[in-house]
């Protein structure tokens, strides 16, 4: 009985020794996991943790990886390594041991942020930037941990912006893996850009099989070289990148330059041709280009953002490629737009813009006993005179392509002249037509100028009339070949101009060299003058629409004066055509002179008045405290703005502050103005913020004698700034 008692206890005693080194085990490993993690860093904002992985530990002359996880809060963003119009990107600042190397950010894919006008580029929701860890072949672990620690900074923004910092630790085992978030390092390095036109000795060794497979998830195709150019034009750079992936095809793509302060972020401008991505930048003052500039370019392919990071290097854009059409399948291509063209060039003249004035060309054949060998030299110059022009637009707009510029078919209409000119042109059309007056000896039906009195120089400019009056209208088929014509060598796309002006010519040709079709039409008689007024409406209408077209790009009031100018013409052209013309035309001409002294003046009153009010910004002066103080001593409300260079609210808030009517009510009131520029640390500006109640930018708060202090919101409007403005009283010291 005692040896059964004894063998009991014996293995109770095994039993609680046994359990005893389980938990002591668990708890070991819970510690050991908790220890490795290391404590994370956090604020209301961002949350900020470090991780590692080494599949086969930190073995000498491998390389493993570390990685920062930002966790945003919602609305908040910190920024990529070129953060765009402003901001600042993420920095680390490691301390390692000796004989491990931390290298540079491996930058995830960014997104682009819009706050105004401005344009940004960051992360928002959760992020990890990876940063390799290259251990040396001799490296020895100091201990049997070792720490690593990252002390990192960046910069939070949502409707403020907020820079934030803080150490983090982690404790690296000497021995043994680490592979606690291999499932987020995969991810991450699958979100890395494909690198084409790269060197091979510019990309990390371990990011090859990651690289790879992304490639082949993303494109069905291994990275091939691509061939990216860049040339400076004046204030511009054009971009020309060829051999992206077929999936990218006409596609709309995030463009971000890695490289910060090279290029503008707002004002980039891209198209396709062919098998070319072509892009046009805005350069920034004062910026050195370099000889390469890297790239990176985001698609969305199968619901999946996929990146491909380019090296763009200075020279002649590839001309042959941007207009590349030259496929096995170019050939029937450009016969189908040569058709379209032509077909486009017939439909052409019935737009209203061209229809009352070949109509009335064309009755000119009824009736009309000309000789034959006339009548045929007349057609052919006048099919000559249309040709003629439509290839010499057609050769101006491939030129101005071919050096960068975007431009189409009506073109001209970009220049507010050549529609005034235009309107202006169509009005004495319309009043001809109409009857009101009568171009000298030469009628609209040769279309000829007044002071051309020989029939074939008349026909040969009633070709360049028909094409001018043309310009502002467009017709079914002519948009497809006319797309197709700008990505084309140049032989091939004036080919398909000189299908366009044979097929506008065509209609009047064929009633001059084949007289038997003019049997079709009706014979002459009274009801031709009807006719002929009826075909004044539709060029009113297309002075009605140039009239809009002014108006969009001049604004209302110049709408206004081009509608006085077209009346004083119309005028003018009334009294041409009363039988006494002596004296209408005197007194017309001196009626027109002072109106066009009145818009010139108008104008000239616009555009200084504009100026002097661009001139009217305010005057910032350099805040300090005392300053502050010695202003309210004098009786002077002060504005104090608080800002920084890499604030993005600041940037649009201070186009608020320079609006006209801001400016005017800081002078009205005058408001002395301070700026506290927080770019740099600035203690004095940080001790006043937090005596606001604040710990970030932008702040803007308004000082009066005797008041407390008014915090503006942070995001400005004119009307908000005008109503604390507003609150200040009239007067004050002088600033």
């Known amino acids: 009985m005692h040896s059964l008692f004894a063998l009991h206890g014996y293995r109770s005693a095994v039993l609680r020794w046994a359990l005893g080194a389980l938990l002591w085990a668990w708890g070991l490993c819970a510690w050991a996991s908790f220890a490795l993690r290391g404590p ?4 209301p904002q961002v949350r900020a943790e470090l ?6 530990g930190v073995t000498p002359g491998k390389t493993v990886w570390a990685g920062l996880r930002l966790q945003h809060q919602p609305g908040w963003h910190t920024y990529w390594r070129n953060p ?25 894919l960014p997104e682009r942020f819009l706050t105004g006008e401005l344009v940004n580029y960051g992360y928002e929701g959760a992020v990890l930037l990876l940063v390799p860890l290259r251990v040396a072949e001799g490296f020895v672990a100091p201990a049997a941990e070792w720490e690593l620690r990252v002390h990192a900074s960046w910069l939070a923004c949502r409707n403020e912006c907020l ?30 850009p494909v690198q084409r036109d790269v060197k091979k000795d510019e990309q990390h060794p371990v990011l090859q099989d990651a690289i790879r497979e992304a490639s082949q998830e993303a494109h069905q195709e291994a990275p091939r070289e691509a061939q990216a150019m860049m040339q400076a034009e004046g204030a511009h750079l054009n971009m020309a990148i060829r051999g992206l992936p077929q999936a990218w095809r006409w596609q709309e793509i995030d463009a971000f330059v890695e490289p910060p302060g090279v290029l503008e972020a707002t004002a980039q401008t891209q198209r396709w041709q062919g098998e070319v991505w072509r892009s046009r930048w ?58 379209f063209a032509w077909l486009g060039g017939i439909l052409l003249n019935l737009m209203p ?46 030129a101005l392509r071919g050096v960068g510029t975007t431009l189409g078919w009506g073109f001209q209409l970009q220049s507010p002249a050549v529609v005034a000119a235009l309107a202006a042109l169509f009005t004495a059309i319309g009043l001809h037509l109409a009857g009101v007056f009568a171009f000298g000896a030469v009628s609209i039906g040769a279309a000829g100028p007044p002071r051309q ?186 504005l104090v703005e608080f800002t920084a260079a890499w604030c993005v609210i600041c940037q ?36 006043a913020l937090a005596r606001l109640g604040r710990s970030g930018v932008p702040v803007h708060v308004l000082y009066v004698p005797g008041r407390e202090p008014l915090l503006l919101p942070e995001w400005l409007t004119v009307d908000n700034v005008r109503a604390a403005l507003a609150t200040a009283p009239r007067g004050g010291g002088s600033s």
């Open 40 to 43: 994370v860093y956090e604020t």
């Open 51 to 56: 991780l590692l992985h080494a599949p086969d």
């Open 84 to 108: 765009g119009d402003a901001g600042l990107p993420t920095a680390l600042q490691w301390t390692i041991p000796a004989g491990v190397e931390a290298g540079d950010i491996v930058w995830p």
């Open 163 to 192: 820079p934030q910092e803080g150490d983090v630790l982690l404790r690296v085992p000497a021995q043994g893996a680490v592979v606690h978030d291999a499932a987020a390092f995969a991810h991450a390095l699958r979100q890395q």
């Open 282 to 339: 805005v350069r920034t003052a004062g910026a050195a280009l370099p000889q390469t500039l890297p790239v990176l370019l985001v698609a969305q392919v199968e619901g999946q953002r996929i990146g491909i990071r380019v090296a763009a290097r200075s020279g002649a854009l590839p001309v042959d490629a941007l207009r590349t059409a030259t496929t096995q399948s170019s050939s029937m291509g450009v016969g189908i737009a040569l058709l």
């Open 353 to 398: 813009c061209v229809f009352p004035v070949l109509a009335i060309k064309v009755m000119q054949f009824a009736g009309n006993d000309k000789p034959l060998r006339e009548r045929v030299t007349a057609s052919l110059l006048y099919t000559v005179g249309v040709v003629a022009t439509v290839l010499a637009l057609g050769a101006a707009v491939l």
């Open 453 to 638: 009195r020989s029939r074939y120089a008349q026909a040969l400019a009633s070709g360049v009339l028909v094409v001018v009056v043309a310009s502002p209208c467009t017709a079914p088929f002519l948009g497809a070949s006319l797309g197709l014509a700008w990505t084309l060598p140049t032989m091939p796309a004036l080919a398909i101009f000189l299908a366009l002006g044979v097929g506008i010519a065509l209609p009047f040709l064929i009633l001059g060299i084949l007289p038997g079709w003019t049997r079709y039409l009706p014979r002459s008689g009274t009801w031709m003058q009807t006719f002929r007024s009826a075909m004044a409406f539709p060029m009113f209408a297309t002075v009605v629409w140039l009239l809009w077209v002014f108006g969009k790009q001049q604004g209302v009031d110049a709408a206004a004066w081009l509608l006085a100018g077209l009346l004083a013409l119309a005028w003018l052209l009334w009294c041409t055509g009363r039988r006494r013309k002596g004296w209408w035309v005197g007194v017309s001409m001196a009626v027109f002179a002072v109106l066009a002294a009145v818009g010139g003046g108008w104008k000239q009153a616009v555009f200084s008045s504009s100026a002097s009010a661009d001139a009217r910004t305010v005057v910032w002066e350099e805040w300090a405290p005392s300053r502050v103080e010695e202003r309210l001593a004098q009786g002077q409300p002060v």
């Open 652 to 687: 649009r808030n201070a186009r608020v502050l320079q609006d006209p009517a801001v400016v005017a009510a800081m002078a009205g009131g005058k408001v002395a103005a301070l700026r506290a520029d927080w770019t740099r640390r600035d203690p004095a500006i940080a001790e």
